[in-house]
Structure formats: structure tokens, C-alpha cells
């Protein structure tokens, strides 16, 4: 009788397990287009532009980048001192610490105090915080060669971003710091 019991228990599992996992197929995730406006979830790096063979030439003359803000190429021979900058600092600069393994959080001029302290705590130590002119997101992330555009300061994909990238993998002078930099040509330094 014992035996009977578990041959029907097996059965059944048979028959109930491959049900359930291909009704779990159906249902369309992230990965298969569950999402019609192909934008990343709160916990995905799916949306990351990557841009590869990008040249690391010192330059002296202003660089016209094809990316806003721009994500490596030629730059200028100093770099910037890390932290958070009140006032839009040079791409060539900027672009100088990416090659260094930077991480340069930039966001409109208009976002409230409020959302820049947000960026700001969440900001690493070998890290730059700017506004930027004309940006194409509220808040765009950037590390030598890859790029996320952010909705808001709040935007979970933030977290990821500085988790993935900042130790420096995609640039050129990884294990270089931001610390010592020179100020923006402006005149102002970092004001944290």
C-alpha cells in the first residue's frame, strides 16, 4: 500500500513540475521584452553605453567629444581633483580622470539641493560630481567608455553603476586617484 502511495506521489510530480515551469515561461521578463520601451529595471545595467578603442593623447587645444558628457578619448594633461564641484567643470579635464578610473556623476544645473546632496553620498572616493550643460537625462554616470543615463538622484541603478565600475576596469590607468588634480579652469576647486 506504502508503495502504491509513493508510485502515485512520483507520478504526480511528473506530470506537475514541467507544468509549472513552462508557465513561468510565458510570462515575459525584462530580458524578453516585457517591457515595450526598452527601459532598464530598477536593479539592471542593461541600459549601459559602451564605447570601445577610445585614444588617451594629451591634448592642449579644447576637444570636440561625441558623447555629452564625454566618456574618454584625447584630453588634457591635468586632471581635476576628486569630489563635488558647484560650478561645470572642462570635459578635458574631466576626461583626464576618467582615463584614471574616475567615476564622473553629472547632473543638471537645475536639480535641487537636495537631489545633489543625494549624488553626493552616494558619490566613491575616487569620484567627480558636476553639473553639466544641455545633459540628454536628469543625471547621466560615467566611467572611461561606459555610460547610464539616470532618471532621478534617487534612481537605484546609481548604486549598481559605482558597484560595477568603480574600481577602474575599463580605464586605460586604473589603479591612478583623482586626488591631486588641479582645480577647474575656473578658478574653483571642489567644494567637498
Do not use: K
Not at 23 to 48: F, R, T
Not at 61 to 79: F, K, L, R, S
Not at 133 to 161: E, I, K, S, Y
Request: proline share 11%.
Amino acid at each position: 500500500m506504502l508503495a502504491a502511495v509513493a508510485a502515485v506521489v512520483v507520478l504526480a510530480a511528473a506530470i506537475v513540475v514541467p507544468l509549472v515551469m513552462l508557465d513561468g515561461e510565458d510570462e515575459p521578463g525584462p530580458s524578453a521584452g516585457g517591457d515595450p520601451a526598452g527601459s532598464a529595471g530598477p536593479s539592471d545595467l542593461s541600459a549601459v553605453e559602451a564605447y570601445d578603442d577610445l585614444p588617451t593623447t594629451h591634448v592642449e587645444e579644447p576637444v570636440d567629444y561625441e558623447q555629452v558628457p564625454p566618456v574618454g578619448g584625447a584630453h588634457d594633461a591635468e586632471w581635476l581633483d576628486c569630489g563635488v564641484y558647484d560650478e561645470p567643470v572642462p570635459d578635458e579635464n574631466a576626461v583626464h580622470d576618467l582615463e584614471h578610473g574616475t567615476v564622473w556623476i553629472t547632473h543638471a544645473p537645475d536639480l535641487p539641493a537636495e537631489d545633489v546632496e543625494t549624488l553626493a553620498d552616494q558619490l566613491p572616493q575616487n569620484g567627480i560630481l558636476s553639473p553639466y550643460d544641455d545633459l540628454p537625462a536628469p543625471v547621466v554616470v560615467t566611467v572611461w567608455g561606459r555610460q547610464l543615463q539616470l532618471t532621478a538622484a534617487d534612481d537605484p541603478r546609481l548604486a549598481l553603476f559605482v558597484q560595477e565600475f568603480q574600481d577602474g576596469v575599463t580605464a586605460p590607468e586604473p589603479m591612478a586617484s583623482c586626488a591631486g588634480g588641479t582645480a577647474s579652469a575656473d578658478g574653483g576647486g571642489p567644494s567637498a
